[in-house]
T-cell receptor, first 116, second 109 residues
Framework: DTEVTQTPKHLVMGMTNKKSLKCEQH?????MYWYKQKAKKPPELMFV???????INESVPSRFSPECPNSSLLNLHLHALQPEDSALYLC???????????????FGPGTRLTVT | DAKTTQPTSMDCAEGRAANLPCNHS???????VYWYRQIHSQGPQYIIH???NNETNEMASLIITEDRKSSTLILPHATLRDTAVYYC??????????FGRGTSLIVHP
């Protein structure tokens, strides 16, 4: 299995809703990432998990809450989002974060989030 | 991690080689150069990476200059499906993978 899967593909939520995005990989990768991408912009890093521990949080608002229950699974819990949070949310994984030569990232197809 | 500079856009005729440059003049000794591409509305796709030797795989070739201050991604026979935004990233000690604006490659018939 050489892919990263993300569910759901599309999500529409109101500003008072709570929802979660899910990401899964079965490649034995030990780093997982969340990115946010707005239209016609490059992906922006949000969080990095390294060996199931949160290693990087790029000053993301607390209404986004990541969780890494095990080495294959990454969740992003969403609460009280704003319309400007509407974007494509991308998950990625890479083999080993602790050496610079093994950081190639494999991305999922993304979840298209719309906040109304 | 070293910053990268890429042209905003390029175009290429189908069947010809596409050569995409990237400048990374502040790269340090243990930093690798990674290339990705993103086809419209899809997740980015890993292409290739290297340290100092030239690398080739089934998708592309990566040529890194001897001083490592720049590199070129080569798609040897571009097809219409290679139309995408191509990103060059340098990965080093701080390991915050940062995507710049990339190069928008248009392959035309």
């Amino acid at each position: 299995d050489t892919e990263v899967t993300q569910t759901p593909k599309h999500l529409v939520m109101g500003m008072t809703n709570k929802k979660s995005l899910k990401c899964e990989q079965h490649m034995g990768h030990r780093a997982m990432y969340w990115y946010k991408q707005k239209a016609k912009k490059p992906p922006e890093l949000m969080f990095v998990y390294s060996y199931e521990k949160l290693s990087i949080n790029e000053s993301v608002p607390s209404r986004f809450s990541p969780e890494c229950p095990n080495s294959s699974l990454l969740n992003l819990h969403l609460h009280a989002l704003q319309p400007e949070d509407s974007a494509l949310y991308l998950c990625a994984s890479s083999p080993r974060p602790d050496t610079t030569r093994t950081r190639e990232q494999y991305f999922g197809p993304g979840t298209r989030l719309t906040v109304t | 991690d070293a910053k990268t500079t890429q042209p905003t856009s390029m175009d290429c005729a189908e069947g010809r080689a596409a050569n995409l440059p990237c400048n990374h003049s502040t790269i340090s000794g243990n930093e690798y150069v990674y290339w990705y591409r993103q086809i419209h509305s899809q997740g980015p796709q890993y292409i290739i990476h290297g340290l100092k030797n030239n690398e080739t795989n089934e998708m592309a070739s990566l040529i890194i200059t001897e001083d490592r201050k720049s590199s070129t991604l080569i798609l040897p026979h571009a097809t219409l499906r290679d139309t995408a935004v191509y990103y060059c990233i340098v990965s080093g000690g701080s390991y915050i993978p940062t995507f710049g604006r990339g190069t928008s490659l248009i392959v035309h018939p």
